[in-house]
């Protein structure tokens, strides 16, 4: 039977297929589908856990164990994931592991859009890149099985455009359970240096190997040889949409790249182009074995490809006409946040004190644009409370009477509770706003361990903020009603004449999200 599935549902369907007993995440687009998705299955264990390190630890827990597991998260995610990834790759797995990484390539949703394909060159592991749904599905399959055969964590790197467009997937929900059994090596496991070297000749001799599999797993299209098209991902489908008659080199693992076929293809074509997202990964890598190509001296390292940018990339070239017409672009209305929203209220007080707000990750953000024009510094999960902290030490007491950090619930679990530690244990004096909506809402309303709900919306034991906040040493706490704008105002004053650290805490619900009493 056929569906019409997105990249993130044909995921979940592959790992499910693959017999997946452990799925793991932190909420993220364009990832956060694939966990929505994979909790529908009672046969697979699944979580939202407080961040994507934690994820990743998890889910290689559940390797060891000898069970299949998949950690997922975004692209700026595996930043967060990144140290147990590196030694991850060293000490191999049991059960299969793979890691979903959803990279942004033109920031529909993030700040930066880096290319993940560089964290597989980085750990040394395998990374698989569909072009489309029914890929997505197959390639999870397969990530399950390179993983468990060559004894390493695997990369399935999406984009936004595979992880939310929808192409028909062969539907086999028919699943294959895999249990193998835990067995102690502590050689393979303990990265203590005496290991961990010869674990690293491991990894060396295992990228050989990969990269003879990449060969067989890549795949030759020949038509005009007048142009050979060595492409990935979802740049194989805008290129065949421009170049229909191309001469086409598919890689479907990005990483180690099949340099035995890339060069039997060069070889083959009169004029060699290199079509990717994002950084030369595959145009440096072939340029260093001596192959002459055309590649990002056509296309941009910024922002995601179309079939119209290629098309106009490679005008010159008269492989293809090209419309000015279809330049043209409708021009973009800016994000807001939702009309009656409670934090709205918190950045219009800032605003009006004229304070410098150290901003986060959430919905809030948006507070950044007008009308609000009320957040001054913005850059990844947690960094507020950290960088109020380190504006205070810099510029003293008298900064920190006119400057707030401002973190939302969800980000304070995932990464704002340590940075807050720092603030007590070096003796700051920063006033901190959590704005407590109970959901991670900017990513669809996930639940995390404040809200008092798991990921299949059964209950479980709720983290008190405040309560949190006082056990690690906050004396200056206040919970305040942002609509009551008056008395919020009047306590935020207060709190920044004090010459002590100081956490406000909101307590009105998300309105579109209101759960409380329904569940």
Request: aromatic share 6%; with cysteine; net charge neutral.
């Amino acid at each position: 039977m056929n569906k019409l599935l997105s990249g993130n549902e044909a995921i979940a369907q592959g790992a499910y297929k693959s017999g997946v007993a452990v799925a793991t995440g932190y909420p993220g687009t364009p990832a956060t589908e694939i966990m929505e998705s994979l909790s529908k299955f009672n046969e697979v264990y699944c979580e939202w856990s407080p961040n994507e390190k934690v994820a990743l630890e998890v889910a290689f827990g559940a390797s060891f164990g000898g069970k299949r597991s998949l950690a997922v998260m975004k692209h700026v995610g595996l930043n967060v994931a990144s140290d147990p990834l590196m030694s991850i790759s060293y000490t191999g797995v049991n059960g299969g592991l793979v890691i979903v990484t959803a990279d942004d390539p033109g920031m529909h949703s993030s700040q930066n859009e880096q290319d993940n394909r560089n964290y597989a060159k980085f750990a040394k592991i395998p990374m698989f890149e569909p072009s489309d749904s029914q890929e997505a599905k197959d390639m999870t399959i397969k990530a399950f099985e390179v993983s468990e055969k060559f004894d390493t964590p695997v990369l399935l790197r999406t984009t936004t455009r595979i992880s939310h467009s929808k192409s028909v997937v062969e539907s086999d929900e028919k699943r294959k359970e895999n249990n193998k059994e835990l067995k102690k090596n502590s050689s393979k496991y303990v990265m203590i240096p005496t290991n961990a070297i010869k674990r690293h000749s491991f990894v060396e001799a295992r990228l050989k190997k990969l990269e003879n599999l990449s060969n067989k797993l890549s795949v030759i299209e020949y038509k005009d040889k007048s142009v050979g098209i060595v492409t990935s991902g979802v740049c194989y489908g805008y290129a065949k949409d421009v170049f229909p008659d191309a001469s086409f080199l598919k890689i479907n693992m990005t990483y180690p790249l099949p340099f035995d076929i890339i060069k039997s293809f060069s070889d083959k074509v009169d004029k060699l182009y290199v079509i990717e997202e994002l950084d030369p990964f595959i145009e440096e890598q072939l340029k260093a074995e001596g192959i002459k190509l055309i590649g990002k001296e056509k296309l941009s390292v910024e922002g995601e490809l179309s079939p119209d940018i290629i098309r106009n990339a490679f005008l010159k070239d008269n492989i293809n006409e090209y419309s000015d017409d279809q330049l043209k672009t409708p021009k973009k209305r800016l994000p807001k946040m939702c009309n009656g929203c409670s934090h709205i209220p918190i950045f219009q007080i800032l605003k009006k004190l004229d304070v410098v707000v150290m901003g986060d990750i959430g919905c809030y953000t948006l507070a950044a644009l007008p009308p609000l024009n009320s957040m001054d510094v913005q850059l990844n999960m947690g960094l507020s409370i950290g960088s109020m902290h380190g504006l205070d030490k810099a510029l003293g007491k008298d900064i920190s009477k006119k400057a707030v950090a401002v973190i939302g619930d969800s980000t304070f679990i995932h990464s704002g509770i340590t940075s807050l530690i720092n603030v007590v244990y070096n003796k700051g004096i920063s006033t901190i706003i959590i704005l407590d909506n109970r959901s991670t809402a900017m990513t669809g309303f996930q639940d995390h361990p404040s809200t008092g709900f798991t990921i299949d919306g059964s209950s479980t034991k709720q983290i008190d903020l405040a309560n949190l906040v006082k056990s690690i040493g906050i004396t200056n706490i206040k919970i305040v009603d942002p609509y009551n704008a008056k008395e919020t105002e009047k306590i935020i004053k207060e709190e920044l004449a004090k010459e002590e650290p100081s956490v406000i805490i909101t307590n009105q619900p998300c309105l579109l999200n209101n759960k409380e009493g329904t569940k």
